[in-house]
């Protein structure tokens, strides 16, 4: 790395810190063994962590780092907007191949620390190592993100809640990221608008707006493609569930609708996927992105399979899981 491990934690520690100690929940951020956090008073803490790794979830080639940032700390704050709360501070490990040029990590950073003002997440913590270059394989950058959120006490909206009869709503569309990756697979041209589709807006004002009226029984992020996603709410609510294909709001790439396939497996959409009771009033637009019906629950059938009912027929909706960026390396 062009700059030393200590320049580097100093220059994150200039870009990060100059808010974070402004926030209630820091105490101390970064300089000390640890951050020290304080919960907002009848709050409960929300913590999750994701991985983005070169090769597996993002590509230099095709992710500008800003974009990687970006994605690194959007997938974190995704799933604090599924539980319904509000994300308050973000805790990175980096690992760096020696190789990278410094403007690489200085992009990966404008992108992150961008969408953490946005959200007004903190970054009071991390930790920085060299990724290993073995043999003919250069090194890969490895990013772990921690999120930290906060819910009312009793009240984060969980997997679990769906039962029969519950309506079943996804917010914006699906399909585009993935119909973007699936492009850059088979070696065409992407625009840079439509490299932008890779560029996910976390639904966090969706969810606690959901959340404060009690509207979401069970809520998930589909970051796995909606069959993978939704059976994972059938699983924790033991119910399965049924899906029009004609409701689903397909995203558009290259100026057409993406596939049914597209929009049914592909994955990256970090979309909110949450179930309501049938009488419950839920707005077609909710902090200015589109809420669409698009199914519902029903009782468990045997395996818990889901359904797709297409041009008037139904039939098994298959879980197939998103592959990431590993097809074909
Ligand atoms: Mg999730």
Redesign the pocket.
């Known amino acids: 790395l062009p700059l030393s491990e200590r320049k580097l934690i100093e220059r994150i520690t200039r870009l990060a810190s100059a808010r974070s100690a402004k926030l209630p929940l820091i105490r101390t951020g970064i300089g000390d063994d640890c951050a020290v956090l304080r919960p907002p008073p009848g709050q409960e803490l929300l913590l999750t962590t994701d991985f983005s790794l070169e090769g597996i979830h993002f590509r230099r080639e095709w992710h500008p780092p800003n974009l990687v940032g970006h994605r690194c700390l959007a997938r974190g704050l ?2 604090i907007a ?1 539980m319904g709360g509000k994300p308050l501070a973000a805790f990175l490990s980096l690992g760096l191949p020696t190789d990278l040029p410094q403007s690489w990590v200085d992009g990966f950073f404008t992108g992150m620390l961008a969408l953490a003002r946005q959200f007004g997440v903190a970054l009071p913590g991390g930790d920085l190592a060299q990724s290993p270059v073995q043999g003919k394989y250069p090194g890969r950058v490895l990013a772990d993100i921690m999120v930290v959120g906060a819910v009312p006490v009793g009240k984060a909206v969980l997997r679990s809640g769906a039962r029969p009869g519950d309506r079943i709503y996804l917010t914006g569309s699906l399909g585009a990221p993935a119909a973007v990756v699936s492009a850059l697979y088979a070696g065409g041209k992407v625009s840079g608008k439509d490299r932008r589709l890779m560029q996910p807006s976390p639904r966090v004002a969706v969810g606690i707006f959901l959340r404060q009226r009690g509207l979401a029984q069970a809520m ?2 589909v ?1 796995d493609g909606l069959s993978t996603d939704l059976s994972h709410i059938c699983e924790s609510s033991r119910v399965s569930a049924e899906i029009v294909s004609e409701s689903l709001p397909r995203g558009t790439f290259g100026g057409q609708p993406v596939s049914l396939e597209m929009a049914l497996h592909g994955g990256e959409d970090y979309q909110l996927l949450f179930t309501a009771r049938p009488h419950a009033r839920i707005p077609r637009s909710i902090a200015g992105v589109p809420v669409t019906e698009i199914g519902r629950i029903i009782r468990a059938t045997t395996k818990r399979r889901m359904f797709l009912i297409h041009n008037g027929r139904r039939q098994v909706l298959p879980v197939r899981g998103w592959e990431h960026f590993t097809r074909g390396t």
Request: hydrophobic fraction near 35%.
């Open positions: 995704s799933d599924a998930i992020d970051s």
